[in-house]
């Protein structure tokens, strides 16, 4: 046991280190182009960069909008053909939605598009009906696809355009890429002919990968090469055409830019990208013009997807409320509802970045006239530096907007609403206002995706978004000390208040957005820490007993067990039951306690996984629960059917319960009596139901089970009532009883009887116990689980249903899954669906194991019924 501890221990340190190690590789990579980008513009000034902005034509921004928009709709042919691929059909709308909103999220994240866009295939294509595996193969095909295009686009462009790279790259004195041309061009031909010729599926760790056909791969390779095009062409016609650059030696140059920027994993390639571009677009066109449409490439193709991927959410978010739907309705409602947390927080994160940004930069002379006349300078100067204010403020809560907190959406909107004032009162930014704007209206109509009534504080802070905020920072930091590098930084700058000192607003903003950012890392710091416990105290114990004597639901019982941890609400009104086995993190059934205190130990408990590197697992969830933990981001799979007998209708009456009725009246016949024993009068019978359980173990050549099932235990016997089966005084047979509160419901637990006892006798003893259960007012009978039952074989069913249904079908040599649910089906119960909730990938063989080894004990349990 210690040593499994200590290896869970080491293997937790070593993931929080990878995760650690990425963001800081990405911000040492963010500053060290930015040292390039520096040198490169140092001896431009701010003015000629604005000057190139008005140069721009509406004509050019028109194009560079149509690039665009061909780009993404050439991305969406991606996954067009990623369906035909696994052989399954969508429509192609359903197809646009999903590839945009992934696109639009992924673009503005640190990790390659592709991969960053799983989170939301998995969820929108998981809700349109395919399992995790096949989401997966629709990413490998897409990955795939992106390096064709890039590999066989850079192929010809750099052996048709060998390019000359800047000597500030420090590359060989003889460097040339036409070879590295020639090798991506035999690399795209080695993959034809592989889809040419093998007919066998390829075994990748340790998978099987069916190549596509010819016609599909050049169809992957035409789409590719079509979507770097456009994108290339979006940006090209930005640039001025004064000075001749061939579309061919751009395009190469692109790519190489690119491919920088996304290895990085910065953020967008925010500064990599840029910086590699005028460098190596020095030669050709003069520095200033080349960031001017670098800044507008970069909003039209990253931050306007992302913003009307917000307001689409967000409209839909609205209309849905005015339907009067539901919170997590079903269909596209439901499967949106789970992106519009990760949307909205990145949109939020690109507000607060846009108001920072523009806290750096100098107001535009006209406007700033114009407002002087009008609004005090003092309004001026308090707008300027609390929009800056405004806007880290914005960064550090969309990590909080991405848990759903209804704290942080709160704030967000009003920061939100402070900084269109702001924009408009430090320089009549109206362009500013107008995105500020329309990310107000997106995160306004989604209120009801932000619930979680918990302190922001509280909250799980990863390393990638600390890191995130502070490139932005440290970005407009590096832009203002860039703008202003020709002032005089003296003590009264600090102090000098004028119209157009705009030097002074900066330092100053800076300052408060570097104070509110070193506040929030000092709360972070110093707040209490509580790291799990072991093992459950007495005084848990206790609360739980209280907490257990008032739930209708009988499985909280199973907390009284003490295998397992709690996780309490910050009321102690509700907690959840969980154990650990290796990275499993396995919550026993839902949460007990009060609906809304319930949701929240839910995000809690993700919280406490992620900080330990786990996978959150819920055990038995039942189907009316189940949109609570979609909402976290989880994968549901059918694990079985749960029975339960509505007493009220329960009689022996009629030819469906002849056999029943046999039993009954033969062993009532032959002396056979059933007493229900109250709590009180357990502990004295405690020797004799040992005896009878280790009778029983014996017979059985099986050990105790546990977590989802009860073993024999005085202290946890000695809380529940017992129905006993006697005969002239002696005890055959005996099961501990689970009363649920306001008679909602009667359970049973553990259920031993002595091997000499007559045949039916459990028949018997359930049938006592739901006439006697009947007659004391309560309403169901739950008769527990039938495992695999209500799985079904066909052909698009997951991989595990499939498996689960043939092993219901023809397992009984290991177990009869089929015999059990036939033996429980004779009391007629009503068969409620439970699943196993676990998180996306493919983790499910591992949490399987675990689980079972969880409940059996370890691996003699498993291999012992």
Known sequence: MEADKEQRISANTARKIKTIIAPLVALTLFLLAIMILHRIVAHYHVAQIRKAFHTIAPPQLLLCCAFSCLSYLALSIYDFLAWRYIDRQLSYPKILLTSFLSYAFANNTGSLAIIASGTVRYRLYGGWGLSGEEVGRIMGFCLVTFWLGFLCLGGWAFVLEPLSLPPELH???????????????????????????????????????????????????AVAVADFLFICAALYVLLPHSDPLPFAVFVGLYLLALIAGLISNVPGGLGVFESLMVLMLAPFTAGPPVIAALLVFRGIYYLLPLGLAALLLGGMELHRRRSGLVRLATGLNRVTSMLVPQIMALATFAAGAVLLFSGTM????????????????????????????????????????????????????????????????????????????????????????????????????????????????????????????HDSYANELWWRFALHGDAPR????????????????????????????????AEELAEVAALCRRSTNTTACLALLGDKSFLFSDSRDAFLMYAVKGRSWIVMGNPIGPELEADELVWRFRSLCDTYGGWPVFYEVGKNHLA???????????????????????????SGKRTLRYIHNRLTKEGYVVDIISVEGVQPLLPEMKAVSAAWLANKNTQEKGFSLGFFDEKYLSHFPVAVVRKEGRMLAFANLWPGAEQHELSIDLMRYLPEAPQGIMDFLFIEIMLQGRELGYQWFRLGMAPLAGLEYRRISPLWSNIGAFVYRHGEHFYNFKGLREYKDKFDPVWEPRYLVFPAGYHLPVIFANLTSLISGGLKGVLTK
Not at 180 to 187: P, T
């Open 628 to 654: 609570r933990y979609i909402d976290l981001g989880l994968n549901a799979v059918k694990i079985g059917e749960e029975g339960r007998v509505p007493l009220a209708n329960f009689t022996l009456a009629g």
């Open 506 to 537: 900066f330092l100053r903003a800076t300052v408060g957005a570097v104070a509110v950012m070193l506040a929030f890392a000092v709360i972070r710091l110093f707040r209490p820490y509580q790291p799990p416990s072991a093992a459950p105290t």
């Open 171 to 221: 590359l060989p004195e003889h460097f040339s890429v036409m070879p590295v041309g020639i090798l991506f061009l035999a690399m795209v031909a080695v993959y034809l002919l592989a889809c040419l010729f093998i007919k066998k599926p390829l075994l990748i760790r340790g998978v099987e990968v069916f190549l596509p056909r010819p016609a599909l791969a050049l169809g992957q390779i």
């Open 362 to 485: 100098p107001a535009e002379g006209s406007r700033l006239a114009w407002l002087g006349e009008i609004v005090p300078l003092p309004v001026v100067e308090l707008s300027h530096f609390f929009g800056s204010v405004a806007g880290m403020g914005l960064l550090i809560l969309a990590a909080g907007l991405r848990q759903r907190l209804d704290m942080a959406y709160f704030l967000s909107l009003i920061l939100l609403a402070a900084g269109i004032l702001f924009s408009l009162l430090k320089g009549l930014d109206y362009e500013e206002a107008v995105w500020l704007a329309a990310m107000l209206f997106a995160l306004y109509s989604s209120r009801s995706q932000f619930y979680r009534r918990t302190s922001f504080f509280a909250e799980p802070f990863s390393a990638g978004w600390f890191a995130a905020v502070f490139i932005v920072l440290s970005g407009s930091i590096w832009l203002g000390f860039f703008v202003y590098r």
